[in-house]
């Protein structure tokens, strides 16, 4: 039997125009893609101010993203292989790096050379040290200008990847979020609310640019971008924004971290040690613990833990000074560079230090250390500040050692009769006060020690002044007033505006000391914490008591120097840390009682905000908040692990959804046999939904052609409106350029489907097959010249239903022939788009 289908419009596609004509109306997709990128990379960029000082930083910015998009623009443009595009991008970003940073040792100033690597190993250098001395806003050295130029080249150089080479324009966000990332951890304060906007604007740039570039090549549609499309982009974008603005004031507690103004995620707590500076403001500002220290003493009162030291007060941020060709090798024997022996003598204190999430190269001791014994690694120490360094800045975040150090016994009346303290007395570098000192530091110094004699009336003083009514402790105060940080700078709006928290008392106290002719310095590291309740037993026997610190201890206090004494702690910072005995104030004002300050003497404080709670009597030791799992290492691990594969799974999501369609049809076309019309109305295999119009289910030629339809959209060869699945068929098999075997089976596909849609219902044969008479019987169809179909059908005593499975396993065999030839024949961008974002997921018309 022959069957013959005519359909009663035979159009098909209008001929492609010549290869001239098409280039000739061809516009500059490449570059309006590669322009769209560079500047949503640049809007992005704009909320680095604030991570770093000024703007000096923006233009080499600007030049580095410009010459990266201008290259691979270039690239594409003389049709250089896919592959290479982002090589050429990434060979322009060597260049304009060595031209910007390195052009004295590069060939023409544009070439690197041997001597230019070493160049940048210095730069990488000079960044590292600013990132671990600075706090945003950083100055903007050449260090850290080039490590932001390199990381934005290669951001830029991701984005134009996947926004024009790859046309994966959506895709582009990730590298946009890359760089969002870095100001929002950076800065206390986050993006900010315009930054922000700025940024999702560039997004949507890239969005409707690559809308833009989807439209057919021709010279009406060059004209200028859809509205429609630009108004879909836009209207999903300003969706997105306002959910994301709208997050902080939806969400309890959502006032602090990432985006745009707050975020609970915070990956950098499990190992965050003591940043000297830097890290001090955020750790006081972390909402829960981290970096957990426990420490037991056999010290009468809770001890400091001191890290490193800050003394050079000159130049616009100060760093700690690592004195490397003065520091001494080893961790015995170790006395203070000034060997001042107190008038009332010292006593030796036993301290076990033990972490297993403290990463710093300083290691942690109480002042002053004699000797440290356990301690895994290789240390030196300086005699002029005792502080002591792993060797090569490592961190070690494992901690337990024992720590042999002096405590001194001193009282108000043995450092009131000391005399100050000789020109030559320490090193130069602990009385140096720069020649620009602030007018309102030495008016402080001055109203502070009014009436006082001597070095130890005038350190005393201002230590009251200090913690006077007209100052108050607040960590915000700095961020929103813009004085967060140290420097000469910062510290003349903290006296101005009298509210900050430990970093701006200590080094107020520290310049205000060297000012009244007081050798000073500031100490990093942590508060005496709070106790565990239990105690730990040392290697003779001798019981310890056991205290705990975290990074919401982190403080800074002054250190001045007494001749005949050493080093003295004192403690400036209102209601935070532990007044010694010996620095009460000796005068009191008519009517004051002295009982109050008292009161406060040697008792540890919290150096972060909590709410109030009830004083802890001398007899009952304060207990340690619970750890919960949230705060547990394991449970930050699990968080992040969960992160991850939540990313994951959003990304590969279309890729599951996709291969979970192409399966359900797979097994509806080797199923049972069905037969009957689908009620489809003949565009390109498109269905209104599962079902047909009859309530019927799709045959098998029709999920099979459905699926050849799909695979073609994702490939990019979009089906136009109301064209038939023969005009459709023949555009694809000239568009993608089809062997004849992959033609004829997609052929096949459409003629099955025509007569499956089209054909008059066939009769059943008993068993439930029926008689297969599809176009895809192999030798008995064929495609005629004109596109008539005619088959023969089965011949008689044939198992109708072995029959209908074969037919059916030869269709599917046709659509994996297609598919095979699409992603042989379609460049490196098509085949990834089609694999991981399938187009054929968000058309409306299919299933």
């Known amino acids: 039997m022959t069957a013959t289908l005519s359909r009663p419009s035979t159009d098909g596609p209008a001929p492609p125009p010549p290869a001239s004509t098409r280039s000739r109306f061809r516009p500059p997709w490449d570059w309006a893609s590669a322009g769209a990128s560079a500047a949503a990379v640049l809007l992005c960029s704009i909320s680095l101010y604030g991570v770093f000082d000024g703007w000096a930083w923006f233009p080499p910015l600007v030049l580095t993203t410009a010459a990266v998009v201008s290259a691979m623009a270039a690239a594409r443009r003389f049709r250089f292989p896919t592959a290479l595009v982002p090589a050429v991008g990434l060979a322009a970003l060597v260049v304009v790096l060595t031209w910007l940073f390195a052009a004295s040792t590069a060939v023409l100033g544009l070439l690197p050379t041997a001597a230019t690597l070493e160049r940048s190993a210095g730069l990488v250098a000079e960044a590292q040290s600013t990132i671990m001395n600075q706090v945003p806003p950083v100055l903007a050295d050449p260090g850290i200008v080039f490590i932001a130029c390199l990381g934005t080249g290669l951001i830029t150089l991701l984005v134009d990847t996947l926004a024009t080479t790859l046309r994966m324009p959506a895709a582009s966000g990730l590298g946009l979020l890359a760089l969002l990332t870095v100001p929002a951890v950076l800065k206390p304060d986050s993006i900010g609310v315009f930054p922000f906007v700025l940024a999702c604007a560039g997004y949507l740039l890239v969005l409707a640019t690559g809308s833009w570039q989807e439209r057919p090549r021709s010279a009406a549609a060059a004209r200028r971008p859809p509205g429609r499309q630009m108004g879909i982009a836009a209207g999903i974008g300003a969706a997105a924004l306002v959910v994301a603005l709208g997050l902080n004031a939806a969400l309890p507690g959502f006032t602090q971290g990432t985006f745009p103004q707050g975020s609970r995620l915070n990956i950098w707590t499990g190992q965050s040690g003591l940043n000297p500076v830097v890290a001090l403001g955020n750790d006081l500002r972390q909402p829960s613990a981290s970096g957990r220290i426990r420490y037991a003493t056999n010290s009468a009162q809770p001890v400091y833990l001191r890290s490193t030291t800050l003394e050079d007060f000159s130049g616009q941020r100060w760093a700690p000074d690592l004195r490397s060709e003065t520091r001494l090798a080893g961790l015995q024997d170790m006395v203070p560079a000034e060997a001042d022996e107190p008038a009332a ?79 030559n007395a320490v090193d130069p570098i602990f009385t140096a006060i720069p020649e620009d000192l602030p007018a309102s530091i030495r008016e402080a110094a001055l109203t502070a020690t009014a009436g006082a004699e001597g070095p130890y009336e005038q350190a005393v003083a201002i230590q009251a002044y ?55 310095r500031m100490a990093l590291g942590f508060a005496p914490g709070r106790s565990t309740g239990e105690t730990v037993t040392d290697a003779r026997g001798e019981e310890l008591r056991e205290f705990e610190v975290d990074a919401r201890d982190a403080h800074a206090w002054p250190e001045l120097y007494f001749e005949g004494t050493g080093w003295v702690r004192f403690e400036p910072t209102p209601s935070r840390g532990s007044v010694p005995a010996y620095s009460v104030q000796p005068r009191t004002a008519p009517g004051e009682s002295t009982e109050s300050g008292a009161a406060e003497l040697d008792r540890p404080v919290p150096e972060t905000e909590p709410a109030p709670q009830p004083r802890a009597t001398p007899s009952t030791p304060p207990v340690a908040a619970p750890v919960t799992p949230a705060e ?81 959209l994702d490939y990019g060869h979009l089906p136009r409106k109301a064209e038939s699945p023969r005009a459709y068929a023949l555009r694809l098999t000239h568009d993608a350029g089809l062997p004849d075997g992959p033609a004829l089976a997609l052929q096949r596909l459409r003629g099955a489907y025509e007569e499956e849609v089209y054909a008059a219902p066939r009769p059943r044969i008993p068993g439930g097959g029926v008689p297969d008479v599809g176009a895809g019987s192999v030798g008995a169809a064929s495609v005629t010249e004109t596109g008539t179909l005619s088959s023969t059908g089965v011949s008689a005593g044939a198992d109708a239903d072995e029959s209908g499975a074969a037919w059916a396993e030869r269709l599917w065999d046709d659509v994996t022939t297609v598919r095979e030839s699409l992603a042989s024949t379609a460049p490196l961008g098509s085949r990834l788009r089609a694999r991981f974002f399938p187009a054929s997921l968000a058309s409306r018309f299919r299933r």
């Open 345 to 423: 003598g010292s006593t030796t204190v036993t301290t076990r230090v033990r972490s297993e999430t403290y990463a710093s190269p300083w290691l942690l001791t109480p002042y002053a250390p004699l000797q440290v014994n356990g301690a895994s690694g290789r240390f030196s120490w300086d005699p002029k500040t005792m502080t002591v360094i792993a060797e090569g800045n490592r961190k070690a975040s494992r901690l337990d050692y024992m720590v042999q150090s002096a405590s001194l016994n001193i009282s108000p009346d043995d450092l009131e009769a000391l005399e100050p303290a000789a020109e």
């Open 466 to 520: 200090l913690r006077g009514t007209d100052f108050t402790y607040s960590l915000e105060a700095p961020v929103e007033g813009g004085y967060d940080g140290n420097g000469m700078d910062i510290l003349d709006r903290f006296l101005e505006e009298k509210s900050g928290y430990c970093i701006h008392y200590a080094a107020a106290m520290a310049v205000m000391a060297r000012d009244m002719g007081i050798p000073s």
């Open 632 to 712: 547990s290492g394991a449970g930050k691990v699990l968080g992040a692990a969960l992160a991850l594969l939540t990313v994951a799974a959003a990304l590969l999501s279309p890729w599951a959804l996709r291969r979970r369609r192409r399966s359900i049809r797979r097994r509806g076309l080797t199923g049972p046999v069905r037969t009957g019309r689908t009620g489809r109305e003949g565009r390109t295999g498109n269905s209104g939904g599962p079902d047909g119009a009859d309530g019927q289910h799709p045959g098998p030629a029709s999920l099979a052609w459905d699926e050849a339809a799909d695979t073609g």
